[in-house]
């Protein structure tokens, strides 16, 4: 047997005060309200009745924080895998003047050169090969019921538009795919299939300061 469900959660709110782009950075976690936003997710899974027989979590602290209440709500440890990390970034680390600044210099010109790659980061191409092969794998982990993996709005979002055969390159701000929000997947001929969207801490959105979208 193999899951019934598959579950991308995102993170909830993270406590960055300098509105850093903290990327794969280390002691990045989780806000007063962003443990509110990710506790929202929980409820929602629990709310539904669905068996749960699997939970994974980014290996940054800020994902591992936000399956605690999963982890609590299910009775499940947390299982720490890469392949669904936040991309890489080179402005990783800076503030919005630092990387105004970084812009202003031609030197770095390069690095915003090709929104289609992009030139910024790891590709999108490289991003969804490996969540799909980590969603893959845990699909295949467990006997019967569902999974949750807890990762980030990049690689969630890119997801999505793999599996829904739209081109990988995109605006940013229009990402549908808010702090602890829910994005639900089975698995139909070997591939698969969006099932659902859920955005279970949408009244507490409006309080968040820091969205942490790249």
């Known amino acids: 047997m193999v899951a019934s469900q598959l579950h991308l959660v995102r993170h909830g709110e993270v406590f960055n005060p300098e ?14 309200l962003g443990r509110q936003i990710a ?4 409820d929602e899974l629990v709310a539904r009745h669905r068996p749960v ?22 009775d499940l440890p947390i299982q720490t895998e890469p392949r669904i990390i936040e991309p890489t970034n080179k402005f990783e680390g800076m503030s919005p003047a630092r990387r105004n600044r970084a812009l202003r210099n031609p030197k770095n010109w390069s690095w915003v050169a090709n929104p289609f790659t ?5 590709a ?5 090969t490996r969540m799909l092969a980590a969603m ?14 807890v990762s980030h709005q990049l690689p969630i979002w890119a997801t999505h538009l793999k599996v829904t055969g739209q081109h990988l390159w995109h605006d940013p701000r229009k990402r549908r795919c808010n702090l602890s929000s829910i994005t ?15 955005d279970p801490a949408a009244d507490l959105l409006a309080e968040a300061v820091d969205d942490g979208a790249v």
């Open 19 to 32: 509105h850093v782009l903290y990327g794969r950075l280390p002691g990045f976690g989780l806000s007063d």
């Open 39 to 42: 506790q929202s997710a929980a």
């Open 53 to 74: 027989s699997a939970l994974f979590a980014s290996p940054l602290q800020r994902a591992q924080e936000s399956a605690a209440p999963q982890q609590a709500a299910f």
């Open 118 to 122: 992009p030139s910024w980061g790891e």
């Open 124 to 128: 999108y191409t490289s991003v969804t």
């Open 136 to 149: 893959n794998d845990a699909f295949d982990s467990v006997d019967g019921g569902d999974v949750i993996m």
């Open 184 to 198: 639900s997947f089975e698995r139909e001929g070997g591939l698969f299939v969006e099932v659902g969207y859920e």
